[in-house]
C-alpha cells in the first residue's frame, strides 16, 4: 500500500481522507499495528484508484491503475 501511496503522490492523511478513514488509520496499517478489515481494504484500493486484490499480492505493479470502464460491460 505504501508504496502505491508513494507512486501517486498521496500523503497518508490524504489516503485517510479519500477512504473515510480516521485521522492516522493508514498510518497505523503501513506500520503494522493495525489490521486492514475486508471493508477497509475495498475502501482503500478507491483512494488509491487500484484493484483490492493488487493491493494484498506480493509484487503487484504499482503503476497499474484500475480502467474507467471494465471490459465487456455496455
Do not use: C
Not at 4 to 28: C, H, N, P, W
Not at 36 to 47: H, V
Not at 60 to 70: A, K
Amino acid at each position: 500500500m505504501r508504496d502505491r501511496r508513494e507512486y501517486l503522490g498521496l500523503s497518508r492523511r490524504e489516503i485517510d481522507e479519500r477512504a473515510g478513514f480516521v485521522q492516522q488509520y493508514i498510518t497505523k496499517v503501513e506500520g503494522g499495528t493495525r489490521l486492514l478489515l475486508l471493508k477497509n481494504l475495498i475502501r482503500m484500493s478507491y483512494a488509491l484508484e487500484t484493484h483490492p486484490t493488487w493491493l494484498i499480492s506480493d509484487g503487484f505493479d504499482v503503476t497499474f491503475s484500475v480502467p474507467d470502464e471494465i471490459p465487456g460491460n455496455h
